[in-house]
């Protein structure tokens, strides 16, 4: 069964501060890990990886996948109060063929940033 | 609205009632998926259409639980006899064929905004 785990669960840190988040998964058939920010609604998407060692940035937050240790971490710098939320990390399954496969969900990683 | 669409945003519920939840897809979109996010834990999937034909059911779906997608555009999510543990957010997502754009891949979900179910 595919499994996806995130560290730490919660993180209480102080506006300015960096944080990395981490994803560690076990997966059958591997195709994409994804990043998502949940605020209480549906999950945004911040970003999705398919290669090793390829760094993807998106203003103060990026994100890089290991296919050969089976993780991934997220950074977030500058920390402010407006990133409070859950990070959820997730795997997709490879469905073949052309289209996008199930996810698979890590338990998510509660970030708690004050002022 | 081009996104996904959820109905009802919330659902209160008594143990035992059977409940029905609607997803619109964004209209293109040949995939749609419903996942089950409870407090405090990541959404799990649950079950996925490719048109009309359901293509995969997880072992948290039970007998209670039956989803559709009569006519490959919308689809329903039934629970009959509710209880208290089937509380949660239900997340509906579409998808369509992947595409990449100068080698790298695009996203290709879309989340609808959830139904939260309370059973009391």
Not at chain 2, 46 to 57: D, R
Request: with cysteine; glycine share 8%; charged share 25%.
């Amino acid at each position: 069964e595919d499994k996806v785990v995130q560290s730490p669960l919660s993180l209480v840190v102080h506006e300015g501060d960096t944080v990395t988040l981490n994803c560690s998964y076990e997966v059958t058939n591997f195709r994409s890990l994804l990043w998502y920010k949940q605020e209480k609604k549906a999950p945004t998407f911040l970003f999705m990886l398919t290669s090793s060692g390829i760094e993807k940035k998106s203003g103060r937050l990026s994100s890089i996948l290991d296919k050969k240790e089976l993780f991934s971490i997220l950074n977030i710098t500058a920390t402010q109060t407006g990133d409070s939320a859950i990070y959820l990390c997730a795997v997709e399954d490879d469905a073949g063929g052309t289209s996008y496969g199930k996810l698979t969900f890590g338990q998510g990683t509660i970030l708690t940033v004050h002022p | 609205d081009t996104g996904v669409s959820q109905d009802p945003r919330h659902k209160i519920t008594k143990r035992g009632q059977n409940v029905t939840f609607r997803c619109d897809p964004i209209s293109e979109h040949n995939r749609l998926y419903w996942y089950r996010q409870t407090l405090g834990q990541g959404p799990e999937f649950l079950t996925y259409f490719q048109n009309e034909a359901q293509l995969e059911k997880s072992r948290l779906l039970s007998d209670r639980f039956s989803a559709e997608r009569p006519k490959g555009s919308f689809s329903t999510l039934e629970i009959q006899r509710t209880e208290q543990g089937d509380s949660a957010m239900y997340l509906c997502a579409s998808s369509w064929a992947r595409e990449e754009t100068g080698g790298s891949l695009n996203y290709g979900y879309t989340f609808g905004s959830g139904t939260r179910l309370t059973v009391v």
